[in-house]
């Protein structure tokens, strides 16, 4: 009588095998990622690539992180023998150079950002010494560079 007791005890019961049963089912139907937390968003513009098959650890730093570069550029910059000129202001010199994901950005002393697709990262490497500091943010280097 105790040995049959205890072995029902030990043995799964009709619903837990069939549960078992249909979890196994379940586990190979179902698409990786379902029943997971959703991955952050990632604050890349649309037309970026993006790196969506590594987890978030993995992924490269976004653009607010570290994945550009800048520099100042005090005196007025001649591309192509034409003086730049912010759009929005008019400013021609005090510039800071961004570059950041093979794109080259200018920003005003005034905070006007304007693309500039007549240079690019190769011209910015040639023209920018080796990075005296690194920062977090966009916003802290703007500091570190008295913006
Ligand atoms: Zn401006």
């Known amino acids: ?14 619903a837990q095998r069939e549960f078992a049963e249909l979890h196994a089912q379940l586990q190979g139907q179902l ?3 379902v029943g ?3 991955p952050e968003p990632e604050p890349t513009p649309p037309t970026a690539v993006v790196d969506d098959f590594l ?4 992924r490269v730093p976004s653009h607010d992180q570290v994945e550009g570069k800048m520099m100042p550029w005090s005196q007025p910059l ?3 023998g034409e003086m730049v000129v912010c759009v929005e202001c008019g400013a021609y010199r005090a510039w800071l150079i961004l570059a950041t994901r093979g ?3 200018l920003r005003c002393r005034a905070g006007h950002h304007q693309r500039e697709t007549r240079i690019d990262t190769a011209w910015y490497n040639r023209h920018s010494g080796p ?3 690194t920062h977090a943010t966009f916003e ?3 500091r570190h560079l008295g913006r």
């Open 103 to 105: 794109e080259i950005w």
């Open 1 to 14: 009588m105790f040995r049959r007791i205890r072995r029902r005890a030990m043995e799964p019961t009709e």
């Open 131 to 133: 990075a005296d500091a």
């Open 140 to 142: 802290d280097c703007l």
């Open 36 to 38: 997971e937390p959703a």
């Open 78 to 80: 001649v591309l192509d």
């Open 31 to 33: 698409p990786p990622g």
């Open 55 to 58: 987890p978030p650890e993995l």
